[in-house]
């Protein structure tokens, strides 16, 4: 810092370049803030040595690593107007108004976000126009979900319909999310009759709702309804997220039942194999179930909100952090996204499902382990013998890919595993172009 502050440009222990929280010049022309920048990342690097060396169990080990990072993340320098030079000069190019803009845009946070920087300004986006836009109607309703038909957008079509089973831990519309960027958009473009199932956002009403009544009354029940609508007695199903994973304990049970329904399911950023969860597994051991479970107790479900706060300290500088600088620091309005617009659109999970689903999953791997039982039927995948398209995303904080290729040692039939680019959701809204990439392909 000293060789800096007359001139001499000394490297220091942590590198200037690669962290983009760091990317004004100032951290490497000032002296101050080189100073500042070279503790914070010197201060960092020892709490983790001092952390890798620590004699505990590896389970404790990863919550404490958790632990660890969000804590220095929150304490960065540049979550601090007086040590983040980008604040600092914005205040004085505006004479101090993007302080009061800032200030502004936390008091409405405080009042109408439960205090959390909003991620998105959601104003540009109506739904049926610009997000969820693929002509289609409501074919089929019962208490738990509704069943979409997409018109045909073209002279013929393939002689198996395709249905969609989404994630009920967010609305369906990330499937068909805007014109150009719609999977949905681009099936019913190629020849395909498509189907969407949309499920209720649960309320207390929904406490007792069990997987069993996701599986028998949300695809079976689809399934139903696309027969008898297209006269076809098999469909493709295409499952994302926690979809897939009921798509194939669906598919699972049909073949325990002998009934040879299910002509081909593809898997898009699922996990079949809970063994190596990823980050995830830090919210899902006993204790925090436990917890959850209580919570969940008194409410009869999981509050989106809380859903939403946990996938954000898995990512908390591009999720959290980020927007505390850009909107109350710098004073900046968050910006119109069509993909963060429908994240903040989320729901609730129903208790005893979510119950269900954490224990049977996280905890004892139950479905992996050929141990699973509903309906009365005890699910094998490896004799689920149709083919099986998998699709997993290299940077998937939610399905880590090495997890998600686990499945393919899991399903009988033909599997084809493909890893994709980008995360979890931008690794699905990816629609074919020249920039698109694959990261590797196996079968």
């Given amino acids: 810092t000293a060789a800096r502050a007359v001139g001499r440009q000394v490297d220091g222990p942590v590198a200037t370049t690669g962290d983009a929280r760091f990317a004004d010049g100032a951290w490497s022309q000032n002296a101050g803030f080189f100073a500042l920048h070279q503790l914070y990342g010197v201060g960092g690097r020892y709490l983790r040595r001092l952390l890798a060396d620590a004699q505990i169990d590896e389970a404790t080990r990863r919550k404490a690593e958790f632990a660890l990072n969000l804590t220095l993340d929150a304490l960065a320098p540049t979550n601090a107007p007086l040590t983040n030079p980008a604040v600092l000069k914005r205040a004085f190019e505006t004479g101090g108004l993007s302080l009061l803009r800032g200030m502004r845009n936390f008091v409405d946070d405080v009042v109408h976000n439960s205090g959390r920087p909003r991620q998105v300004d959601m104003s540009p986006f109506t739904l049926g126009e610009n997000l969820g836009a693929t002509p289609g109607k409501v074919v089929y309703r019962n208490d738990l979900m509704e069943l979409i038909q997409y018109e045909a957008q073209t002279d013929e079509v393939h002689r198996i319909p395709l249905l969609c089973s989404p994630p009920w831990i967010n609305k369906y519309y990330i499937m068909d999310l805007a014109p150009g960027k719609s999977l949905v958009e681009w099936a019913v473009q190629h020849g395909h009759t498509v189907f969407m199932i949309s499920y209720r956002n649960p309320d207390a009403s929904m406490r007792d709702t069990t997987m069993e009544d996701y599986l028998i009354h949300g695809p079976r029940m689809a399934m139903d309804v696309v027969a008898d609508i297209t006269g076809e007695e098999q469909v493709n199903i295409l499952g994302?997220?926690?979809?897939?994973?009921?798509?194939?304990?669906?598919?699972?049970?049909?073949?325990?039942?002998?009934?040879?329904?299910?002509?081909?399911?593809?898997?898009?950023?699922?996990?079949?194999?809970?063994?190596?969860?990823?980050?995830?597994?830090?919210?899902?051991?006993?204790?925090?179930?436990e917890r959850l479970e209580?919570?969940?107790?008194?409410?009869?479900?999981?509050?989106?909100?809380?859903?939403?706060?946990?996938?954000?300290?898995?990512?908390?500088?591009?999720?959290?952090?980020?927007?505390?600088?850009?909107?109350?620091?710098?004073?900046?309005?968050?910006?119109?996204?069509?993909?963060?617009?429908?994240?903040?659109?989320?729901?609730?999970?129903?208790?005893?499902?979510?119950?269900?689903?954490?224990?049977?999953?996280?905890?004892?791997?139950?479905?992996?382990?050929?141990?699973?039982?509903?309906?009365?039927?005890?699910?094998?995948?490896?004799?689920?013998?149709?083919?099986t398209y998998i699709v997993a995303a290299q940077n998937d904080h939610i399905a880590p890919w090495?997890?998600?290729?686990?499945?393919?040692?899991?399903?009988?039939?033909?599997?084809?595993?493909?890893?994709?680019?980008?995360?979890?959701?931008?690794?699905?809204?990816?629609?074919?172009?020249?920039?698109?990439?694959?990261?590797?392909?196996?079968e």
């Fill in 240 to 289: 994302l997220c926690l979809g897939g994973a009921l798509t194939a304990m669906l598919v699972a049970y049909l073949t325990a039942i002998d009934e040879q329904r299910v002509n081909s399911i593809t898997l898009l950023n699922t996990l079949l194999d809970y063994s190596e969860p990823g980050p995830l597994g830090v919210f899902t051991d006993l204790a925090t179930v």
């Fill in 294 to 387: 209580a919570k969940m107790e008194r409410t009869g479900y999981l509050a989106a909100s809380e859903m939403r706060g946990t996938f954000d300290a898995l990512r908390p500088n591009d999720l959290i952090f980020n927007y505390v600088v850009n909107n109350w620091m710098l004073g900046e309005e968050p910006p119109a996204f069509d993909i963060l617009t429908w994240n903040a659109d989320s729901t609730n999970m129903p208790a005893e499902m979510h119950s269900w689903y954490l224990r049977a999953c996280y905890l004892n791997n139950e479905l992996a382990e050929g141990r699973m039982e509903l309906l009365g039927e005890r699910l094998s995948l490896k004799q689920v013998e149709c083919d």
């Fill in 402 to 442: 090495r997890s998600s290729y686990h499945s393919t040692q899991l399903l009988g039939g033909d599997v084809r595993f493909v890893l994709s680019s980008r995360g979890h959701i931008a690794g699905i809204v990816n629609p074919p172009s020249p920039k698109a990439k694959i990261g590797r392909s196996s």
